[in-house]
Nanobody, 124 residues
């Protein structure tokens, strides 16, 4: 069973930084790709980044976050991180993570499991 818990959100000023964490309760976590999504009020959920299983080396970023966000994983902690720099008001959203078999483009959620998400608000 796939269970993921997002954390690290908060209120930050434009230009600031946050690091989100996605802690997974998955056997053989290192075999899974993990994707990050976000949903702003009144908008559809958007896949913004994913990282492949360890050893595969694939990483994807949506154009909207490329150059500002960095995804990484620590398999010893069963955790994937999303470092977000140069934050903009349009980054305001609830951020979610999801597990997948691979990262070969925009992230997917084939297991159809969503955690509670973590709120990121970028405002002065």
């Amino acid at each position: 069973q796939v269970q993921l818990v997002e954390s690290g959100g908060g209120l930050v000023q434009p230009g600031g930084s946050l690091r989100l964490s996605c802690a997974a309760s998955i056997l053989s976590f290192h075999h899974y790709a993990i994707g990050w999504f976000r949903q702003a009020p009144g908008k559809e959920r958007e896949g913004i980044s994913c990282i492949s299983s360890s050893g595969d080396g694939n990483i994807y970023y949506a154009d909207s976050v490329k150059g500002r966000f960095t995804i990484s994983r620590d398999d010893a902690k069963n955790t994937v991180y999303l470092q977000m720099n140069s934050l903009k008001p349009e980054d305001t959203a609830v951020y979610y993570c999801a597990a997948d078999i691979r990262c070969s483009g925009p992230p997917r959620n084939p297991y159809n499991y969503w955690g509670q998400g973590t709120q990121v608000t970028v405002s002065s």
